[in-house]
């Protein structure tokens, strides 16, 4: 997916053990609203190194809805 849609929010979101990764891994990807996936993402064994990148870029965090698969801990706006 491109990363250059323009009027689109960006939106990290925050997954635990996405299955194209490793286990024991946190992974942030970046959407864009509309617009879907886009190629980056931030990854680390260990979550407040990935929740430091977050707040580095000026980002807001949010709650997970009760309704996202299992695996997503929180987007980033």
Known sequence: MS???SGSLP???V???PSD???GTFVARKWLAPGGPTL???RS???SAVQDQMQQMGLTRL???EQDDPCILE???
């Open 45 to 47: 064994t260990d979550l």
């Open 40 to 42: 980056r993402y931030i």
């Open 63 to 65: 709650e997970r809805n």
């Open 21 to 23: 990764f490793p286990p």
């Open 11 to 13: 939106i990290w979101v």
């Open 3 to 5: 990363d250059s849609w």
């Open 15 to 17: 997954y635990k053990n």
């Open 75 to 77: 987007c980033w706006i």
